[in-house]
């Protein structure tokens, strides 16, 4: 079955950086466009940058332009995300997800979840 398994989450000082990494299993890892999102508690999850399938397209929420960096290795079946500069406001659980979906990113439907790894900043 299709795994998507997150690490690299932890408690960080404000200014600081974690790598998110995100391993996927069961499923043609180059097919697929990948997605990072996060969920603050009491908030909706909202989505925070993705990547399509060769990596040439690359696209972020306003919020962490400049500072996150996602990238994808196909070969080892992973998508990461760099997250420089943090802010106490970056505090969520952060999901990966893949898509089979093509075309405007901004409507990419998300087919597979990881389980999601805490990032803490604190201020």
């Known amino acids: 079955q299709v795994q998507l398994v997150e690490s690299g989450g932890g408690l960080v000082q404000a200014g600081g950086s974690l790598r998110l990494s995100c391993a996927a299993s069961?499923?043609?890892?180059?097919?697929?466009?990948m997605g990072w999102f996060r969920q603050a508690p009491g908030k909706e999850r909202e989505f925070v940058a993705a990547?399509?399938?060769?990596?040439?397209?690359?696209y972020y929420v306003d919020s962490v332009k400049g500072r996150f960096t996602i990238s994808r290795d196909n070969a080892k079946k992973t998508v990461y995300l760099q997250m420089n500069s943090l802010k106490s406001e970056d505090t969520a659980v952060y999901y990966c997800?893949?898509?089979?979906?093509?075309?405007?990113?901004?409507?990419?439907?998300?087919?597979?979840w990881g389980q999601g790894t805490q990032v803490t900043v604190s201020s």
């Open positions: 990547i399509s399938r060769s990596g040439g397209g690359i």
């Open positions: 997800a893949a898509t089979l979906s093509y075309g405007d990113w901004r409507t990419w439907e998300y087919n597979h």
């Open positions: 069961g499923l043609t890892f180059s097919r697929y466009a």
